[in-house]
């Protein structure tokens, strides 16, 4: 495979852009990779990068993309709007409909705010959680990643994790004061901390999906939905991820659990730039213009998000029987496949799997519960691993530290194919570590 045109772009891109990217994980550096592929384009369970070189793809935009590239109902519905022109900084009927299919579908969310970004989800809902309890201090998890914000960038995961650290300069020691965090699954600490302090919110990835996916244990989301009522705390759920990958009501309604609010992205979007926070009538009225709480943007609820998100929530809608079956037996498949590998050629891993999300952590541990867990995992046979894939035309994260993810256009071709790689990978490995 030649990798020339990617190499050159990164090049120029080096002298241009810090580190040639504008998302760190881009970057390929964790998986000791000369320049990362610079896509030209997608479709389907597929991308082609700038050398024409194509591969089935397990990152999908990172989530969005749970149809799969360029969508024939999403296309479609950009395409009806596209020629009318782009934004206008005024409301638009495609916000509306948003806005109305996400309450019907998303159990707890009662009125809901779009966002450009998930960042901008969860710091105007931190935010908001403040003003509502008149309460400074917040709480997350270790290795939860809920966007690049200064309050949630405390022991954070994601792309701080795939480079080596937790915890970003240039954040000012009062905020860092006022974020408190915890170990994944402390549910004794989490319940001394908020009797024994006053805390605006608890905000937590209900699937944790940004250090790795990490196993989360239902009884402990129950745990904390029951101490943050007890304590008048705002619970609030991170679905950036989960929402509408699970289930049409994402984790909440997996869980049976509701927050007091929730935060989404990716999926709404259906690929474009989007985020959202919604929850009680009684905490989102507090929002401007009716509220004090200050929330704006420039391109929030642009019209092609919004279109494109609802067609993609409305196709999972009006399919829901089937799709999220499917994409879970897809998964499983694989999932099974890669065990099996496994055992033959006796590589360790734990294989985290929920939905069509899945992490392979290359680790001794047989349970991964939390970021301490997650980061003894060995990231020179993850690299090993990453590389294989990528010469045999299959693009998996370039991170130990984030989720597989698969899309509805994945195909059992395309699974089986993926195997034969990973039974590449695998015996590499093993031979690297001498077995
Ligand atoms: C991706 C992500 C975010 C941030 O969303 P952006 O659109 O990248 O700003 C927040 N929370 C979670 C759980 C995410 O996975």
């Known amino acids: 495979m030649k990798f020339e045109n990617s190499k050159k772009l990164y090049k120029k891109a080096l002298e241009l852009i810090p580190g040639g990217v504008n998302s760190p994980v881009r970057a390929f550096k964790s998986v000791n990779r000369e320049a990362p592929i610079f896509v030209k384009k997608g479709e389907g369970s597929k991308i082609w990068d700038e050398d024409e070189n194509e591969y089935i793809d397990y990152i999908c935009s990172w989530g969005p993309l749970i149809l799969g590239h360029n969508h024939p109902k999403v296309l479609e519905a950009v395409n009806e709007i596209i020629a009318n022109g782009s934004s206008y900084g005024l409301p638009t009927r495609y916000e509306v409909d948003l806005a109305e299919l996400i309450i019907e579908t998303v159990p707890s969310i009662e009125k809901i705010r779009l966002t450009t970004s998930g960042t901008e989800a969860t710091m105007s809902a931190v935010r908001l959680a403040r003003a509502y309890t008149k309460r400074n201090k917040i709480v997350k998890f270790e290795g939860c990643y809920h966007g690049h914000s200064d309050a949630l ?70 745990e904390v939905r029951e101490i943050t009522k007890k304590t008048g705390t705002i619970l609030i759920f991170d679905e950036v991820i989960s929402g509408f990958r699970l289930a049409l009501g994402g984790a909440q309604e997996y869980f049976n659990i509701s927050p007091d609010l929730t935060t989404l992205g990716k999926i709404i979007g259906g690929g474009y730039p989007v985020g959202a926070f919604g929850g009680k009538k009684e905490i989102m009225d507090l929002v401007a213009p009716i509220g004090r709480v200050y929330h704006a943007g420039t391109l929030s609820g642009n019209p092609i998000s919004a279109k494109a998100g609802f067609a993609t929530i409305k196709y999972l809608y009006e399919n829901k029987e089937k799709v999220y079956k499917e994409l879970e037996e897809k998964t499983e498949y694989l999932v099974d496949g890669i065990n099996k590998l496994a055992k033959k050629y006796s590589i360790n891993i734990c294989l985290n799997t929920l939905g069509s999300l899945f992490t392979i952590f290359f680790t001794d541990s047989d349970k991964i519960e939390n970021l301490e867990d997650s980061l ?27 989720a597989h993810f698969l899309s509805l256009a994945h195909t059992k071709e395309d699974l089986d194919k993926t195997l034969i790689s990973i039974e590449k990978a695998f015996k590499k490995i093993g031979e690297k570590n001498g077995k």
């Open 153 to 222: 960038l405390v022991k954070s995961g994601s792309g701080l994790l795939t480079e080596g650290y937790q915890d970003s300069n240039g954040i000012t020691d009062a905020v860092i004061k006022d974020t408190l965090t915890l170990a994944f699954g402390d549910i004794e600490k989490l319940k001394k901390l908020l009797l024994n302090e006053d805390i605006a919110c608890v905000i937590i990835e209900p699937i944790p999906a940004n250090m790795g996916l990490i196993e989360t244990h239902k009884e402990f989301l129950i």
């Open 376 to 402: 003894k995992s060995n990231t020179e046979n993850f690299s090993l691993y990453f590389n294989t894939m990528l010469e045999e035309g299959i693009i998996v994260p370039p991170s130990q530290f984030e």
